[in-house]
């Protein structure tokens, strides 16, 4: 079993930055990649930034150039921090630990950006 315990998000206005973080506990060496996944209202769960366990990364374009994710392997964490921020991006936000045959996730946690 793996845990993961995200930070608080909040509430941002258009144009402000926040940084999230995941810490993760347990069976982490089954861990293969961690990521940052978002579930706006009415809409589908969406990768938001993704790194491997070598250090890869990926994000999809509407994030590209805003967020970044990276790791403290020391301290088993791995932050998003969000740049940029519009009102899309309000959301709430799930930490995801990908182990090959599944995945777990954390509790999520709201970002809320206000116009």
């Known amino acids: 079993q793996v845990q993961l315990v995200e930070s608080r998000g909040g509430l941002v206005q258009a144009g402000g930055s926040l940084r999230l973080s995941c810490a993760a506990s347990?069976?982490?060496?089954?861990?293969?990649?961690m990521g940052w996944y978002r579930q706006a209202p009415g809409k589908q769960r969406e990768l938001v930034a993704r790194?491997?366990?070598?250090?890869?990364?990926n994000y999809p374009d509407s994030v590209k150039g805003r967020f970044t994710i990276s790791r403290d392997n020391a301290k088993n964490t791995v932050y998003l921090q969000m740049n940029s921020l519009k009102p899309e991006d309000t959301a709430v936000y799930y930490c995801?630990?990908?182990?090959?045959?599944?995945?777990?996730w954390g509790q999520g946690t709201q970002v809320t950006v206000s116009s």
């Open positions: 790194i491997t366990n070598s250090g890869s990364t």
């Open positions: 347990g069976s982490i060496f089954r861990i293969n990649a």
């Open positions: 995801n630990a990908d182990y090959g045959m599944g995945d777990y």
